[in-house]
């Protein structure tokens, strides 16, 4: 299943100028592939992932980062839910 394209989470788009301070300014729809659109490659995202876990040790994108080598689904809405997702098991 796809993400549908929604707003993007202000943390997301930290997340990903932290990364690609190219991004900043941009607006991202959530429809975005981080390695076709956005130009990710596995370096950047290491660098997310090490992003991730500087600002909340507890979340771990291993488990999405398997998910869209599999799937082929690397939107930032993937991403954004993913982080949410974590985000809640972390806090409930």
Same mark, same amino acid.
């Given at each position: 299943?796809?993400?549908?394209?929604? $707003?993007?989470?202000?943390?997301? %788009?930290? &997340?990903?100028? $932290?990364?690609?301070?190219?991004? $900043?300014?941009?607006?991202?729809?959530? %429809? !975005?592939? &981080?390695?076709?659109?956005? +130009?990710?490659?596995? &370096?950047?995202?290491?660098? &997310?992932?090490? !992003?991730?876990?500087?600002?909340?040790?507890?979340?771990?994108?291993?488990?999405?980062?398997?998910?869209?080598? !599999?799937?082929?689904?690397?939107?930032?809405?993937?991403?954004? %839910?993913?982080?949410?997702?974590?985000?809640?098991?972390?806090? +409930?």
């Amino acid at each position: 299943m796809t993400p549908t394209a929604t $707003a993007v989470p202000a943390a997301v %788009a930290d &997340l990903l100028v $932290a990364v690609r301070p190219s991004l $900043a300014g941009v607006a991202l729809t959530g %429809a !975005e592939s &981080l390695t076709g659109d956005l +130009g990710f490659d596995s &370096l950047d995202l290491v660098s &997310l992932a090490n !992003e991730v876990r500087a600002r909340n040790p507890r979340v771990d994108l291993r488990a999405w980062i398997a998910d869209t080598m !599999e799937s082929e689904v690397d939107s930032v809405a993937s991403l954004a %839910a993913a982080l949410a997702t974590a985000e809640e098991s972390d806090n +409930g």
